[in-house]
């Protein structure tokens, strides 16, 4: 059973004056951010820096993806409330050894974000992709350009990062999530969010994203069953290991017709070359 959620997205951008090179007043729209602190069973966990976009989805993903609760079914209620800049989850039966699990924490790069809970580092070993799933380049090409396509908050006010969830199939790959944030970080979990509270499968989807591909971006990608991963930045060392580790295929600076593929190359199938091009 799904558990009770508001729907309490905020204003995403916001028009204020500025003064441009010339001297001119320009009404220009910024992107907004906010506060929302995470309380689970009353227990504070996080404050999370947001667009405030899908904040029930950033709430249930962030707390999937630091494997505070293993399903969505644990989940009683997520209740929004920006007069008190709080997100409010309710469990069914509580959250064995919460104060245990919140101990340990992991500073990352992460923006908007920067912390893990637990032993995440250590559970990559358990994680398994599927090996009978494939990307295309014509798919890829196909998602990059529906990106590219997609009518975003950062086109009009910039200072946010964008994530998508894919479906993989050729031509008629499709986004079927979409979600910006000004954190990395809380774009992923609210798709990993959404990815629950739609029931949605991502053993054979592709995962894009604007940020780099940091170890966490790549557990994360990993914990939510994805095999692939796309970003048009790059990636850093302890993120490309992961990947190599867990079996993902990892492919950055991408962009139209380029890419680097850096990882899973056994399930990435290059189109032909035409007459006369070299490979």
Same mark, same amino acid.
């Given at each position: 059973?799904? *558990?009770?959620?508001? +729907?309490?997205?905020?204003?995403?951008?916001?028009?204020?004056?500025? &003064?441009n090179?010339?001297?001119?007043?320009?009404?220009?729209?910024?992107a907004?951010?906010?506060?929302?602190?995470?309380?689970? +069973?009353?227990?504070?966990? %996080? /404050?999370?820096? #947001?667009?405030?976009?899908?904040?029930?989805?950033?709430?249930?993903?962030?707390?999937?993806?630091?494997?505070?609760?293993r399903?969505?079914d644990?989940?009683?209620?997520?209740?929004v409330?920006?007069?008190?800049?709080?997100?409010?989850?309710?469990?069914?039966?509580?959250?064995?050894?919460?104060?245990?699990?919140?101990?340990?924490?992991?500073? /990352?790069?992460?923006?908007?974000?920067?912390?893990?809970?637990?032993?995440?580092?250590?559970?990559?070993? @358990?994680?398994?992709?599927?090996?009978?799933?494939?990307?295309?380049?014509?798919? !890829?090409?196909? &998602? !990059?350009? =529906?990106?590219?396509?997609?009518?975003?908050?950062?086109? @009009?006010?910039?200072? %946010?990062?964008?994530?998508? !969830?894919? @479906?993989? =199939?050729?031509?008629?790959? $499709?986004?079927?999530?979409?979600?910006?944030?000004?954190?990395?970080?809380?774009? %992923?979990?609210?798709?990993a969010?959404?990815?629950?509270? $739609?029931?949605? +499968?991502?053993?054979?989807?592709i995962?894009?994203?604007?940020?780099?591909?940091?170890?966490?971006?790549?557990?994360?990608?990993?914990?939510?069953?994805?095999?692939?991963?796309?970003?048009?930045?790059?990636?850093?060392?302890?993120?490309?290991?992961?990947?190599?580790?867990?079996?993902?295929?990892?492919?950055?600076?991408?962009?139209?017709?380029?890419?680097? !593929?850096? #990882?899973?190359?056994?399930?990435?199938?290059?189109?032909? *070359? =035409?007459?006369g091009?070299?490979?």
């Open positions: 059973m799904s *558990p009770v959620i508001t +729907d309490a997205s905020r204003p995403l951008t916001f028009e204020v004056d500025a &003064v090179e010339r001297g001119e007043h320009v009404p220009t729209p910024i907004g951010e906010n506060p929302l602190t995470l309380y689970v +069973d009353k227990c504070e966990i %996080v /404050t999370l820096m #947001t667009l405030g976009q899908a904040p029930e989805a950033l709430a249930i993903g962030y707390l999937r993806n630091q494997r505070l609760v399903s969505i644990e989940l009683a209620s997520v209740q409330d920006w007069e008190t800049d709080a997100v409010a989850v309710t469990t069914h039966a509580g959250i064995e050894a919460l104060e245990k699990k919140m101990e340990k924490r992991t500073v /990352t790069t992460g923006c908007g974000q920067g912390t893990v809970f637990g032993d995440l580092m250590e559970e990559v070993d @358990s994680i398994r992709l599927r090996k009978d799933v494939f990307l295309t380049e014509e798919t !890829l090409y196909t &998602v !990059l350009d =529906a990106v590219r396509r997609h009518e975003t908050i950062y086109k @009009s006010a910039g200072a %946010v990062h964008g994530c998508a !969830l894919a @479906s993989n =199939a050729g031509a008629a790959s $499709e986004i079927i999530a979409f979600v910006e944030d000004v954190g990395r970080h809380n774009a %992923v979990d609210a798709i969010g959404k990815m629950w509270l $739609e029931g949605i +499968d991502g053993s054979d989807k995962f894009y994203t604007t940020g780099r591909l940091t170890s966490e971006m790549v557990i994360k990608a990993a914990q939510m069953g994805i095999p692939f991963l796309v970003s048009r930045s790059g990636l850093t060392q302890m993120g490309w290991q992961i990947a190599q580790r867990i079996g993902i295929t990892m492919l950055g600076r991408a962009v139209n017709k380029h890419y680097l !593929l850096f #990882t899973g190359r056994e399930r990435f199938i290059a189109a032909a *070359p =035409a007459p091009e070299n490979r």
